[in-house]
């Protein structure tokens, strides 16, 4: 049997994680893989505590970098790495990409430190694959708009996402071995497809 791997989404509010996830879902499932499908902050009866805390109360940037990496501490070892184990797959909508990218380029958060917790919390652990949902700025803000509330970060104004989208970037072009960026300005039948061609070539 094939190693279970680890999948992670990322990019900046609107860009079309959740949309796709259920395009994810049926290209592994048409493959025979078993999965779980998690994300973050959350994906723990804990996480999902901190997550309605960071989404909604404001904190010191550090605070909330510190809550992120809880959570995803919380994650790892109680959800992750058991299911990789035990040879599930694991999707995550969001993941330690996304604390470089808001809480270091969005929140302006020193890299140093986050590199830190990321090594006390995983050690050498990264996901295999990262899609990043890359979209301009203005294009994701239009799509938000249709939402009826927004939580805090949706909050933030574009100059915040385009440091958000940049360190994304950043990181993509810094890890090519495991980043696949995807144009999510794009149809999402077209995106769907990209998808499909990308999780395929992980199983070959
Ligand atoms: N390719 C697309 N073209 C046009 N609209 C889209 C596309 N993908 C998603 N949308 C719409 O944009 C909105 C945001 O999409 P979605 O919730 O999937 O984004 P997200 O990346 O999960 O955002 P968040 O980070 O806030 O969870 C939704 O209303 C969705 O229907
Ligand atoms: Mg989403």
Redesign the pocket.
Known sequence: MKKARFITLE??????????MSRIEAALDSLGIGYLVTREPGGTPLGEKLRDILLHQDMHPETEALLMFASRAEHLSSVIRPALEAGTWVIS?RFTDASFAYQGGGRGLDYGKLAMLEQWVQGTFRPDLTLL?DVPVEVARK??M??ASLDRF?HERDAFFGRVRDAYLDRAARFPERFVVID?????EE?GERLEEVIATLCL
């Open positions: 990019g900046i509010d609107g860009a079309g994680k959740s949309t796709q909508d949902f799509r938000l249709k939402n949706e999510s300005g794009a149809p999402p995106i």
